[in-house]
């Protein structure tokens, strides 16, 4: 079974300044989607980023910016010039390929809590 | 707008009650999820539906029961069973391979 480990239950970063939140994850597949998702105080769950294995170019939206290595299994976040309002919990997430079944689900590491100093 | 509802937004429980948990979406998903989440725990499943009239369990089903009479609605209810039901509870669905979208959540407190 797929798991995710998010290996920083918490991170602080100065505002405008750059932070990376790690991740990895253990599979046996060679082809998955793995995401990014950013809980703020209010708790609606938001979409940040998404990258799909197959594809070797890191994602990218905005300041957010993924570090995709496959073979290490790693995922890491990265946010350029923070701002307040980054701060949140953010959870790393993984879905097979294989989206019928149970395969299919999102399986969540436990969240990193970011802070964002001013 | 498309998106997730959930309703209520806060939820009081007495001791040997039954409540229900609303979700209701208008982006033509197929499949809908419900979770728990916990302080330090992340998000846990507890039941999922990938078709109408159909759904399975998830790793915490025990004490929680579903139905998905139409493909708009996924309501959960908490029975009297789950002995710790005080969490924050969300609902998310999804269509193919992409991510989830999730509803605003409903927090559950046991008085």
Known sequence: AQTVTQSQPEMSVQEAETVTLSCTY?????DYYLFWYKQPPSRQMILVIRQEAYKQQNA??????????KAAKSFSLKISDSQ??????????????????????????????????? | ???????????????????????????????????????????????YSQIVNDFQKGDIAEGYSVSREKKESFPLTVTSA????????????????????FGSGTRLTVV
């Open chain 2, 1 to 47: 707008d498309g998106g997730i509802t959930q309703s209520p937004k806060y939820l009081f429980r007495k001791e040997g009650q039954n409540v229900t948990l609303s979700c209701e979406q208008n982006l033509n998903h197929d499949a809908m999820y419900w979770y728990r989440q916990d302080p330090g725990q992340g998000l846990r499943l507890i039941y």
């Open chain 2, 82 to 101: 789950q002995k710790n039901p005080t969490a924050f509870y969300l609902c998310a669905s999804s269509q193919g391979a992409f991510g989830y979208t």
């Open chain 1, 26 to 30: 253990d599979t046996s597949e060679s």
């Open chain 1, 60 to 69: 990218t939206e905005n300041r957010f910016s993924v570090n995709f290595q």
């Open chain 1, 84 to 118: 307040l309002g980054d701060a949140a919990m953010y959870f790393c997430a993984y879905r097979s390929l294989n989206y019928g079944g149970s395969q299919g689900n999102l399986i969540f590491g436990k969240g990193t809590k970011l802070s964002v100093k001013p």
